[in-house]
């Protein structure tokens, strides 16, 4: 083979495999993360087919076995030239890596058991982690009803994640006759370290722990359930797992903390559902005392999703909890998953968010957004012609 040939059949390869890279497919992944890895694969490309033009091209003789037909100082001058662009790609790689965003470090809280969109934002939030969006650092349930904790434990077991920490409130909170027409079902018919509530631990120990393990500033909090859980870890003392209170963990700790709950800009009727109502001395309590900002998401009942279950296996758990739920009926509300959405994803177009005034609950767990509140809260708000992509994006995520 000739040394142009030679040259230039390694080149052409080198030169396809960087472009099939650059062009891969990708799935129709809308997400930051994703959006930021091809962006970091362009920029590679570029550098490394621009590095390739500015280095001169060398005979592939200094590659074959017989080096004795040039000069011992050429030979030296290609090899250098050869180690140079060899080890300047592999730093290429090594810096793409390096470049690319970690996980973040989130902590979903849940009731699990009235509705079913608590098994939706199950689904999205086990997604973004097969995404490496999120590192799941524990999930935590606010419901007092036996089978919440071993269904939300099945479920992060059959998404392969059965390790992941979980805990449970150990005191009166919500009832436990408000029961669910799915949790018991899919902790039955799934396998789960939990036959109830009673055989997982304490939540605000499990709070307290993966706090204390995160580094500071870190941390994405979000709970799409009764603020129970919440209000036991900020009235919570020192102890032997770390030095600081409750309140102090969640100051240095917690860097997003996101609640789905109430109805804006007034929710004044004490019978009709929301999530302040079950516990609602707790809503009160985290509102008042939480020591930063609040994101407060109520949107989500006009968001239907669930009507790609029909695709999936009729054991696939999420397909089981919202035939349950929903019979017939193709969709059901996504308030839980818009909440989860807004705290992995905050910079994304489709949200404004509102900083005048603040959140006001009232005792019985209505609530009204009023023009002043001496605690820091934002209310997420997202227009009509933004439904259609939230929409489609969470029904991507919950069907994956």
């Given at each position: 083979?000739?040394?142009?040939?030679?040259?230039?059949?390694?080149?052409?390869?080198?030169?396809?495999?960087?472009?099939?890279?650059?062009?891969?497919?990708?799935?129709?992944?809308?997400?930051?993360?994703?959006?930021?890895?091809?962006?970091?694969?362009?920029?590679?490309?570029?550098?490394?087919?621009?590095?390739?033009?500015?280095?001169?091209?060398?005979?592939?003789?200094?590659?074959?076995?017989?080096?004795?037909?040039?000069?011992?100082?050429?030979?030296?001058?290609?090899?250098?030239?050869?180690?140079?662009?060899?080890?300047?790609?592999?730093?290429?790689?090594?810096?793409?890596?390096?470049?690319?965003?970690?996980?973040?470090?989130?902590?979903?809280?849940?009731?699990?058991?009235?509705?079913?969109?608590?098994?939706?934002?199950?689904?999205?939030?086990?997604?973004?982690?097969?995404?490496?969006?999120?590192?799941?650092?524990?999930?935590?349930?606010?419901?007092?009803?036996?089978?919440?904790?071993?269904?939300?434990?099945?479920?992060?077991?059959?998404?392969?994640?059965?390790?992941?920490?979980?805990?449970?409130?150990?005191?009166?909170?919500?009832?436990?006759?408000?029961?669910?027409?799915?949790?018991?079902?899919?902790?039955?018919?799934?396998?789960?370290?939990?036959?109830?509530?009673?055989?997982?631990?304490?939540?605000?120990?499990?709070?307290?722990?993966?706090?204390?393990?995160?580094?500071?500033?870190?941390?994405?909090?979000?709970?799409?359930?009764?603020?129970?859980?919440?209000?036991?870890?900020?009235?919570?003392?020192?102890?032997?797992?770390?030095?600081?209170?409750?309140?102090?963990?969640?100051?240095?700790?917690v860097s997003h903390f996101v609640v789905m709950g109430?109805?804006?800009?007034?929710?004044?009727?004490?019978?009709?559902?929301?999530?302040?109502?079950?516990?609602?001395?707790?809503?009160?309590?985290?509102?008042?005392?939480?020591?930063?900002?609040?994101?407060?998401?109520?949107?989500?009942?006009?968001?239907?999703?669930?009507?790609?279950?029909?695709?999936?296996?009729?054991?696939?758990?999420?397909?089981?909890?919202?035939?349950?739920?929903?019979?017939?009926?193709?969709?059901?509300?996504?308030?839980?998953?818009?909440?989860?959405?807004?705290?992995?994803?905050?910079?994304?177009?489709?949200?404004?968010?509102?900083?005048?005034?603040?959140?006001?609950?009232?005792?019985?767990?209505?609530?009204?957004?009023?023009?002043?509140?001496?605690?820091?809260?934002?209310?997420?708000?997202?227009?009509?012609?933004?439904?259609?992509?939230?929409?489609?994006?969470?029904?991507?995520?919950?069907?994956?």
């Amino acid at each position: 083979m000739s040394e142009f040939s030679f040259s230039r059949t390694i080149d052409l390869w080198f030169n396809f495999f960087t472009i099939f890279w650059l062009f891969e497919k990708e799935n129709g992944d809308e997400s930051p993360h994703s959006k930021r890895l091809l962006m970091v694969r362009r920029l590679l490309v570029s550098r490394i087919l621009s590095f390739q033009l500015r280095v001169p091209r060398f005979s592939s003789n200094c590659l074959m076995i017989n080096f004795d037909t040039r000069p011992a100082c050429s030979q030296r001058h290609q090899f250098r030239l050869l180690s140079k662009r060899v080890f300047s790609i592999i730093f290429l790689c090594l810096s793409t890596v390096c470049m690319a965003e970690s996980p973040i470090p989130i902590i979903f809280d849940t009731d699990i058991d009235t509705d079913c969109d608590d098994v939706g934002a199950v689904a999205c939030l086990h997604a973004m982690a097969d995404a490496d969006e999120v590192n799941i650092l524990a999930t935590t349930v606010s419901s007092n009803f036996q089978y919440s904790a071993p269904c939300l434990d099945a479920l992060n077991a059959f998404y392969g994640r059965e390790s992941i920490p979980l805990g449970v409130p150990k005191r009166d909170g919500a009832s436990v006759d408000r029961g669910s027409r799915y949790a018991k079902q899919i902790a039955q018919r799934f396998p789960s370290r939990f036959k109830t509530n009673d055989d997982a631990p304490a939540a605000v120990a499990v709070l307290r722990k993966v706090l204390a393990d995160a580094d500071d500033d870190s941390v994405r909090l979000v709970t799409v359930g009764y603020l129970t859980n919440v209000a036991d870890l900020l009235r919570s003392s020192a102890d032997e797992q770390c030095p600081l209170t409750g309140s102090e963990l969640a100051r240095r700790k917690v860097s997003h903390f996101v609640v789905m709950g109430g109805r804006y800009p007034e929710h004044l009727d004490p019978g009709k559902f929301g999530n302040f109502k079950p516990d609602p001395e707790s809503a009160v309590y985290v509102t008042k005392h939480w020591p930063g900002t609040i994101y407060f998401s109520g949107q989500g009942e006009k968001i239907g999703t669930g009507r790609g279950r029909d695709g999936l296996p009729e054991i696939h758990p999420l397909r089981v909890a919202y035939d349950l739920f929903l019979g017939k009926t193709a969709t059901r509300s996504s308030w839980d998953q818009v909440a989860l959405l807004f705290a992995v994803r905050p910079q994304a177009e489709y949200w404004s968010i509102r900083s005048d005034g603040g959140n006001h609950i009232f005792p019985n767990g209505t609530n009204r957004w009023v023009d002043e509140d001496p605690a820091d809260h934002r209310l997420v708000e997202f227009s009509d012609q933004h439904k259609p992509t939230i929409e489609t994006e969470i029904e991507r995520l919950m069907m994956q």
